[in-house]
């Protein structure tokens, strides 16, 4: 699969995930911690394969790490796909479940501005528009933006669930490859 089927795939396989849960277990607290959980956790999968492509295809060079270089952009969409749903169930957790007011999290809409502009500018007209630099340091400042958000939050939780300890581990593993990855380019005789 490459391309945009792989947005399409996401977006059906979350949508399908959260009608089964909700049909299953109605609009609760648990089923929406249950997708509020599992979309935190698919929007982290899906970031790491974008965030990990061009080092591991540096580090090793595979048709795994190929497709991944080839499909980043989808990726990264998808990763938005998944984490508007996100932002979905925890709203709908703290407004409609827990029926708490809404509160701003600076550091919640700073990752949400991100990703807004991240997926704006990931197709070629409006990258064009902002240019080649700003590209770079919106989309990078943006990948570690959520790196640190996924490590922090995820390594809190670890020491509570150990599901969490594994998603840690994953998230550390990602940044390893990044380092390694960048510091081959950067070694390598022209």
Do not use: D
Not at 72 to 87: C, I, N, Q
Not at 99 to 115: K, M, R
Not at 169 to 189: D, N, W
Request: hydrophobic share 55%.
């Amino acid at each position: 699969m490459k391309g945009w089927p792989i947005v399409m795939t996401v977006t059906i396989a979350l949508g399908v995930a959260v009608v089964a849960i909700l049909s299953s277990m109605g609009l609760t607290e648990t089923s929406t911690l249950i997708l509020v959980r599992l979309t935190a956790r698919s929007s982290c999968l899906l970031f790491l394969l974008a965030f990990i492509a061009a080092p591991l295809r540096r580090l090793w060079q595979s048709p795994l790490s190929l497709w991944m270089v080839q499909n980043r952009r989808f990726l990264g969409l998808s990763m938005a796909v998944s984490h508007t749903y996100h932002a979905i169930a925890f709203s709908t957790l703290q407004l409609a479940i827990r029926q708490q007011a809404f509160s701003a999290n600076p550091l919640a809409i700073l990752g949400y501005a991100f990703l807004l502009a991240m997926t704006i500018t990931s197709f070629s007209a409006t990258a064009k528009v902002i240019g080649r630099r700003a590209w770079r340091v919106l989309h990078t400042a943006g990948m570690y933006y959520f790196w640190l958000i996924f490590a922090v939050e995820f390594g809190r939780r670890a020491r509570l669930e150990w599901g969490y300890l594994f998603l840690t581990l994953l998230v550390s593993i990602a940044m390893l490859v990044r380092i390694f990855g960048t510091r081959r380019t950067q070694v390598q005789p022209i």
